[in-house]
């Protein structure tokens, strides 16, 4: 039985923040931004919530899947920026949908949020727990950013990207491995209410590293080499890092997909995000071997190989 990913969608606010813009607001410039990260613009949501991005994302994969509402029998939704204390984000992602039939719930995984779901949802579909899950990543971060902080406020922006998953069509997770550990929690967290603290070195290194093993392990898995992939997605934090990732593995930037210097880091919302535009770019085929890697809060980080 195998995992599919029949639909993809994804959102963005309107406005676009430059790094322009940013030099008004702190001090720093485009130049920083551009070699530190690779970011040019972010998008930040004024007018709209997360639950309306997280709904024009999944309208968007449930048209490409043809699946009605009602045949969503689960939603996940992957965010650290709910909308609510309670209820769960998911749930009023389910009423505006009208997925009627559906039980649906967020998970807090920060940026590996989408893998986290993609865990949760895979092993559902293959448990015969269900036919159709739908899983979202959404992010409202600049409503948990500093704006005077300039060494947290110039990576992020928000977002949503969707993928509505089924047991029946051609695809499938090949090997997946998630981690977390909690000793490393004070490298990036949020306090309740709070602004994003971040310690960008360390993580930078402890991203870089992580991220490189668990593709590796991920790969042995399968018993798969690197030259295998078609396509790397990895969680879009740094151009950097990617670059240092794409370094470790042994592959040229060619293979690795990124969209950073129009979003920035948009956490749960990144990976699904890219891979809706790789798919609408051609950079992604049916029957295409697929690496995701993540790295975020928690930490918390892992991969999953998906023949697409
Ligand atoms: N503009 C200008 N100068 C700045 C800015 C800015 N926006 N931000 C920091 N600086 C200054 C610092 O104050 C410092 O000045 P000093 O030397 O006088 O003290 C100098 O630039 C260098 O700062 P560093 O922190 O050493 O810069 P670094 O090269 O490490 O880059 C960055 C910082 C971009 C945050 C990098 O460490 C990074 O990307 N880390 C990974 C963090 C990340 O991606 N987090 C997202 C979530 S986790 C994840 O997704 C993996």
Known sequence: MGISIEGLGYALPSHVLTNFDLEKMVDTSDDWI?????????????????????????????????????????????????????????????????????YAFDISAACSGFL??????GSLLLAGRAKRVLLVGAEKLSQIVNWEDRSTCVLFGDGAGAV?????????????????????????FAERCGYINMKGKELFKLAVRSMAEVCEEVLSIAGLSVSDINLVIPHQANI???????????????????????????????????????????????GDLVLLTAMGGGLTWGATLLRF
Not at 44 to 57: C, G
Not at 58 to 86: K, R, Y
Not at 116 to 121: D, V
Not at 166 to 175: D, F, T, V
């Open 34 to 102: 551009t070699t530190r990260t690779g970011i040019k613009e972010r998008r930040i949501a004024k007018k709209e919530s997360l639950v309306e991005l997280a709904y024009r994302a999944s309208l968007d994969a449930l048209n490409m899947a043809c699946v009605n509402p009602e045949d969503v029998e689960v939603i996940v939704l992957a965010t650290l920026t709910p909308e609510l204390g309670f209820p769960a984000s998911a749930c009023l992602l389910q009423t505006n949908l009208g997925c009627r039939k559906a």
């Open 116 to 121: 986290y779901g993609l865990e949760i949802a």
């Open 164 to 188: 509505l998953l089924s047991s029946e069509g051609n695809g499938e997770i090949l090997a997946s491995r998630m981690y977390s550990d909690g000793n490393h929690w004070e490298i990036l």
């Open 240 to 286: 950097r890092i990617m670059e240092a990732l794409a370094e470790r593995l042994g592959i040229g930037m060619e293979k690795v997909y990124s969209n950073i210097h129009k979003y920035g880091n948009t956490s749960a919302a990144s990976i699904p995000i890219a891979l809706c535009e790789a798919y609408n770019e051609g950079r992604l085929k049916r």
